[in-house]
């Protein structure tokens, strides 16, 4: 399988500033990849250096193993992006300017565009200026996804979305992995990124600084419960239960964290009388850089 | 099919129309005061100026259409206003869109640099000459009736011509620092200022002496050969062609090789 993405010790310094510092990381083809970090370190950097709106200071990239400012033009036929600040002239209709950007890629069929904006609830006779950010970031979508491009680059594509149009968004990052296309996402939320990517990469101060299969992250997923029960509790089954750590009862309420599958926990309750139970989404971030053990051509944030 | 060309004219078309027909106004009513010119009012008036300050202001002649045009409608008002459009279209074209954060979204498409400069260079060229070509028509609606027929329509179209390519000299100038710089206030700055010191040149330098200063204007290779009078200039015109060509390539290759503003 060819890599879509392959950087070598890419690093860019605007002056003096910091903006990526030796970034070596590949993606494969029909992957998703998830691109954390918090502000500042270095994604949309990465991502305007893939695109060719910048250039890199060092190192190397390839796309679809081609230089990408000396192939810009091929490659971007291939790609879709969407700008972590997605403007264009709001002095004009949604309609047009999706049909000037289609026209550019030589064309996209009336029907995909239309399937599409009805899928976000878009009005695309609406002019740009008077739609909400949201709705603005709608038709950045719709620009990115119409002509099923071979690599998605997505620069924070969820912002300003309803949760509504977060999971529409998702459903067609699950279609664009199905038609075997390539995304390539960056967010600050691990949740919307795990929802669907195949690997996490997580970006500090300009350096990559964990890199991680999804499901090998599920696998150490730790959730934690906080039970109320209505009769007496049997301290010593919860204690017994594998991959079970900081049990405190307290009164009628039990908390503790699990590393395991509930199903053992499942048997335990089902001797109680169990009066209301909470159990916690795991953080995966936090989880994800406290077990992090850092695989190949992957830095260390050590200099940071 | 929609290209950047086409859609840069398209978005910019209300602002054209207002620029095309604001100096086809003012040039068409400035025109149609040349009977009473004619009758000697402006003669008496110039009277008093210094043979250099009429030379400087083409106002030898007033008295005759080509001598009274060249001097008001085609020495001031029309080129200025022209210039004003081609350096505003010039600006926007790179500098502005790109401050505006346009441009990422173009270039992340099968759009190369070049190309974009080019179908830039182009709108704001046939803006240029759409403005150029309605201030001709002005012209000759009201040529018989404001006694210019002593001008042909060659004559005024000659001029336009030269019209159409100052103007695209002077947004190509703010299209190519716009292109080096990536500034709009740079891009803007500086074609203003060359604009005023190329007029100055043209205008003032001869007086105080400087003479050979004028040939470094393109405001004299756009009226000093009086086209109303001349026809065609064709070295001219060449010259002001060559320059915006000159231009465009700067503007390519420094486009070419700088990171885009984010
Ligand atoms: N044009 C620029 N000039 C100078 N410094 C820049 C420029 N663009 C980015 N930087 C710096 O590079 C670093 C990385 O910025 P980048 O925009 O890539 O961050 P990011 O991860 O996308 O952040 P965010 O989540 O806020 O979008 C920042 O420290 C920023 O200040
Ligand atoms: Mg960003």
New interface residues.
């Given amino acids: 399988m060819g890599y879509v993405i392959r950087l070598e010790k890419l690093s860019k310094t605007y002056g003096s500033r910091r903006g990526l510092v030796d970034l070596d990381l590949t993606v494969g083809e029909g992957e998703v990849f998830g691109y954390l970090g918090p502000n500042g370190a270095g994604k ?1 950097t990465t991502i ?1 250096l893939l ?5 890199p200071t060092g190192g190397k990239a390839w796309l679809f193993d081609r230089n990408p400012s000396e192939h ?3 490659l ?2 291939r ?1 879709g ?1 969407l ?1 972590g ?5 709001p ?2 209709r949604v309609s047009e300017c999706l ?3 289609a ?3 030589g ?1 996209v069929p009336r029907q995909r565009i239309e399937d599409l904006a009805g899928r976000l609830d878009l009005d695309l006779s609406a002019r740009i200026k008077t739609l909400s950010k949201g709705n603005r970031q709608k038709v950045g979508l719709v ?1 990115a996804f119409m002509h099923r491009p071979d690599l998605l680059i997505l620069d924070e594509p969820t912002s300003g979305l309803d949760p509504l149009v977060q999971q529409t968004f998702l459903d067609l990052v699950r279609e664009a992995r199905a038609a075997g296309q390539t995304v390539f996402m960056s967010s600050h939320i691990m949740t919307e990124v795990e929802a669907v990517a195949d690997r996490v990469g997580i970006i500090r101060e300009g350096r990559l600084v964990a890199l991680e299969a999804v499901a090998r992250l599920r696998d150490h997923a730790i959730h934690r419960f906080d039970i109320t029960f209505a009769g007496p509790i049997d301290q010593s089954a919860f204690a017994a239960l594998p991959g079970i750590s900081d049990l405190t009862i307290d009164g009628p309420t039990a908390q503790f964290a699990l590393a395991a599958s509930p199903n053992d926990l499942i048997r335990v309750l089902a001797r109680h009388e169990v009066a209301s139970i909470r159990a916690t989404e795991p953080d995966l971030e936090e989880l994800f850089l406290a077990h992090y053990q850092p695989a190949d051509g992957v830095q260390e944030n050590s200099n940071a | 099919m929609p290209n950047v060309l086409t859609k840069t004219l398209w978005d910019s078309r209300r602002g054209l129309a207002g620029f095309a027909l604001g100096t086809a106004l003012v040039g068409a009513m400035y025109a149609s005061f040349y009977p009473q010119i004619a009758d000697g009012a402006m003669e008496q008036a110039v009277e008093g100026f210094s043979p250099a300050l009429r030379e400087a202001l083409n106002m030898e002649d007033i008295a005759s259409a080509a001598g009274y045009l060249g001097s008001s409608v085609f020495g001031i008002l029309v080129p200025l206003i022209a210039v004003i459009y081609g350096i505003a279209t010039g600006t926007r074209a790179i500098a502005g869109d790109e401050e505006a954060g346009y441009l990422d979204l173009l270039l992340s498409h099968p759009v190369s640099r070049t190309r974009l400069v080019l179908h830039r260079l182009g709108a704001l060229a046939i803006g240029s000459f759409t403005l150029a070509a309605v201030v001709l028509l002005a012209m000759l609606a009201v040529r018989t009736g404001a006694r210019l027929d002593t001008i042909t329509i060659a004559q005024f179209a000659a001029q336009c011509v030269a019209l159409g390519l100052l103007a695209t000299l002077f947004g190509t100038i703010a299209i190519t620092v716009g292109a080096a710089t990536g500034s709009r206030a740079t891009a803007l700055a500086s074609s203003t200022v060359l604009g005023v010191l190329c007029y100055a040149a043209d205008t003032v330098a001869p007086q105080i002496g400087a003479d050979g200063a004028r040939y470094l204007s393109p405001f004299h290779y756009y009226i000093g050969n009086q086209p109303l009078r001349n026809g065609f200039q064709w070295i001219d015109l060449g010259i002001l062609l060559a320059t915006i060509i000159v231009l465009g390539a700067l503007a390519v290759v420094s486009f070419n090789r700088r990171d885009l503003a984010s």
């Fill in positions: 949309s305007r695109l060719d709106l910048i250039r810009a033009v091929d971007h036929r790609i992006y700008a600040d997605f403007v264009v002239n002095r004009q049909t000037f950007l026209a550019l890629r064309g620009q």
